[in-house]
């Protein structure tokens, strides 16, 4: 007879932020996770017991997005006082910042060659910039309210994109068109994802609602009344079966597309449920809140084992195993309890509350002063290993604190120490705030200065062409 497969089961929490927890994000290599809330600070969890997670300081306002790169190396926070930041999720906590928009920045994401950001803002505008020297690219400028969200395709060759306009817009960057636009009636779009095919989208709406639909054949696939409050994050699976979804009623919903309908119901936080994403293996998913907590849950219910499929063949087929055919598609049982039409509802409120003694402790790391060359940008995919070749550690005197997954370390390699708080004086912090605010005002103003002169050059070489013409013209007159 078959096992049934296991329900989630809450793995983790964590508590530092002092305000709502506005978005998370696993490393690609499941080592540590961060986490974005209004309280203007960017937190890296790691999953080694007893390490110490790391609150980093710098926005000057809410930060609304945080994504890291495909390696791992970087983790990008997009931020309501208008700006970017790529922090290296290591003790010492160095960053670069610029200004993106003209008004609050929604939404951050890499392309998948980590090579290019895509970013999102009040300033009705999607911006795209390269990741090494954030160099400002170009913008798509159709949507007419805030843009919520944008994200990358999984081959990077198409952008989706969410605003207050109730539009889903589909990009091409190639040729940096709209090629297509969903209309959400029943609300605003609060975020849009990519399914890992990337063939169809997913919209989550200030009605309550979750729509899938196809960029194929530009229909709508599923359409989900699922939720109570407004849908605030969507998250796909790895494997393209599942999503997951938070909103304000105070639930996580993980929703089976395979047979279209809700798979269950989470309870863990006190208050509206205002970030939630599967990891990129799909065996974890974490949660934030507006009670400042990070839960971070292991699924379960993806794996089936051989087992299962042969137990279910061996009752249906009624035969030895030597005479079975090969296991075929009926042979997988339902993920639905027979007789249970409802989702399963699942209320780990309690367990969250007897969890107190597991808060790790919470290093705070200040602003980050130096200049932009001396910070190495590494753009390597997602395969590369968290290894680093001898030649960069020797470009490099920092190295992200040793946590990743058994057997992928080198014991020899030098650690990082964590740098205590009370250990720097509140003079010298306060002075050090000062230069870096003062830095900060100068890297923008470089920035403003390198758009303004691609602008200059846009606009001569306009001229230039225009008078071009205006000699052929008058040549072809003679």
């Not at 998370?24 to 309280?39: C, I, K, N, Y």
């Not at 006082?81 to 160095?94: A, F, H, M, Y």
């Not at 079966?241 to 929703?255: C, G, P, Q, V, Y």
């Not at 370390?409 to 650690?415: L, T």
Request: net charge neutral.
């Amino acid at each position: 007879m078959a096992t049934p497969l296991e329900d989630p089961s809450l793995e983790r929490h964590f508590r530092g932020h002092r305000d709502t927890v506005t978005s998370v994000d696993f490393s690609p290599v499941m080592t540590q996770l961060a986490s974005g809330s209004m309280d203007s600070c960017l937190m890296v969890w790691n999953f080694k017991p007893k390490m110490r997670a790391y609150r980093f300081v710098g926005h000057k306002d809410a930060v609304l997005s945080v994504r890291f790169s495909p390696s791992g190396h970087l983790v990008a926070s997009a931020s309501r006082d208008k700006t970017v930041r790529l922090w290296i999720p290591s003790v010492k906590g160095e960053s670069t910042v610029f200004k993106a928009h003209t008004a609050t920045v929604r939404s951050v994401d890499f392309s998948s060659d980590g090579q290019t950001l895509c970013t999102a803002s009040d300033d009705k505008s999607i911006k795209l910039w390269t990741v090494h020297r954030q160099k400002f690219l170009y913008s798509l400028t159709q949507h007419s309210n805030w843009v919520r969200c944008a994200k990358f395709s999984p081959d990077g060759r198409l952008i989706v994109s969410g605003s207050d306009d109730k539009l889903i817009k589909l990009w091409d960057r190639q040729t940096k068109d709209c090629i297509h636009s969903f209309h959400e009636i029943g609300g605003y779009v609060n975020h849009v994802d990519f399914h890992p095919s990337g063939t169809c989208i997913a919209s989550a709406s200030t009605d309550g609602s979750i729509k899938v639909w196809d960029i194929r054949m530009n229909k709508i696939l599923q359409h989900h009344a699922a939720h109570a409050g407004a849908v605030t994050k969507l998250s796909f699976h790895s494997n393209g079966n599942f999503l997951i979804t938070s909103s304000e009623d105070a639930t996580l919903k993980i929703f089976d597309l395979l047979e279209g309908r809700i798979f269950y119901t989470l309870h863990g936080h006190q208050g509206p449920v205002t970030a939630a994403s599967f990891s990129r293996n799909g065996e974890y998913f974490a949660s934030g809140g507006s009670d400042e907590q990070v839960l971070v849950w292991r699924t379960n219910f993806d794996k089936l084992s051989a087992g299962c499929v042969l137990g279910s063949q061996g009752s249906r087929d009624g035969s030895s195993a030597e005479l079975q055919a090969p296991p075929s598609m009926e042979d997988i049982p339902s993920r639905v309890q027979k007789g249970r039409a409802s989702p399963i509802s699942l209320d780990a409120r309690l367990a969250v509350k007897n969890r107190d003694d597991e808060e790790p402790p919470v290093t705070d790391v200040g602003p980050a002063m130096f200049s932009r060359a001396q910070v190495r940008i590494d753009p390597a995919p997602a395969s590369r290993s968290m290894d680093v070749d001898a030649d960069m550690m020797s470009d490099r005197e920092f190295h992200d604190p040793p946590t990743a997954i058994a057997g992928t370390v080198n014991d020899s390699r030098p650690r990082t120490q964590p740098l205590e708080a009370k250990a720097v004086p509140a003079g010298l912090t306060k002075f050090m705030e000062q230069i870096a605010g003062q830095l900060d005002i100068l890297t923008q103003t470089v920035s403003l200065l390198e758009q303004r002169l691609t602008m200059t050059e846009n606009k001569l070489r306009e001229c230039i062409d225009g008078q071009q013409e205006i000699r052929l013209h008058i040549k072809s007159t003679d």
